[in-house]
């Protein structure tokens, strides 16, 4: 039998029903406040510019509310949307510049800025579709374990003429800032492959083992 402690508090409900609905006032919020300010904006618009033009209109289509309605609509999301075309390609650069200026000026903080600035330019999008894998390597010494990225398995010139066989090209970054490092090749056989994700490894490299992603790896709930 079980205790009266495990029947669950008669507010549960109640809480569940209320935390509900703030979430889902807190997801409309946004698009209500954004029509709102439409609403306003496009009768002013209408309401400014309807007497200079509504008398060059024929006389059927001047007491007409919906049509000023709609042209004020076509006016406001036009000026909308070069709004944020300018100032997403003028004053944003613009502002971002000034901004990166002011940052570089200030000592101590710009080496702090230019250190992360450096880590994300190596390690964004573009740069990370580089790392294929994180593997396990021996370095600087035998015995020695340390992370790496497996950047390219091609045999060229240089995994040629050393004339040992296969060598995997592997990345090793120093921490806590990754953006250095070195370029070791190593046999396969000396190659751990990993199972966590290139973001994990990044992650544990630059906060120098402080994060360490879990393992075995979660697997989602579609698998």
Do not use: C
């Amino acid at each position: 039998m079980h205790s009266m402690s495990d029947a669950p508090p008669p507010t549960s409900r109640f809480a569940t029903i209320r935390n509900a609905f703030f979430t889902g006032a807190l997801l409309l919020a946004p698009l209500v406040v954004t029509l709102w300010a439409l609403g306003k904006i496009i009768d002013v618009v209408g309401g400014t510019f309807r007497p200079l033009f509504e008398s060059h209109l024929p006389e059927s289509l001047q007491g007409l509310a919906l049509v000023w309605d709609l042209a004020a609509t076509v006016v406001i999301f036009a000026l909308v949307t070069a709004l944020g075309f300018l100032s997403h390609y003028v004053f944003g650069k613009f502002f971002l510049r000034l901004l990166e200026r002011f940052i570089q000026s200030i000592p101590g903080v710009s080496a702090v800025y230019n250190s992360v600035r450096q880590i994300v330019a190596t390690f964004g999008t573009k740069n990370r579709n580089l790392y294929n894998k994180v593997v396990l390597v021996q370095f600087p010494r035998a015995g020695t374990w340390t992370l790496g990225f497996l950047t390219n398995k091609t045999q060229s010139e240089a995994q040629l003429k050393a004339g040992v066989g296969e060598l995997w090209t592997i990345f090793v970054p120093t921490t806590p800032n990754p953006t250095g490092g070195y370029l070791l090749m190593f046999p396969p056989s000396e190659v751990i492959e990993l199972e966590m994700s290139v973001g994990d490894g990044m992650k544990m490299i630059i906060s120098g083992g402080a994060v360490v992603p879990p393992w075995p790896v979660p697997k989602s709930p579609a698998q």
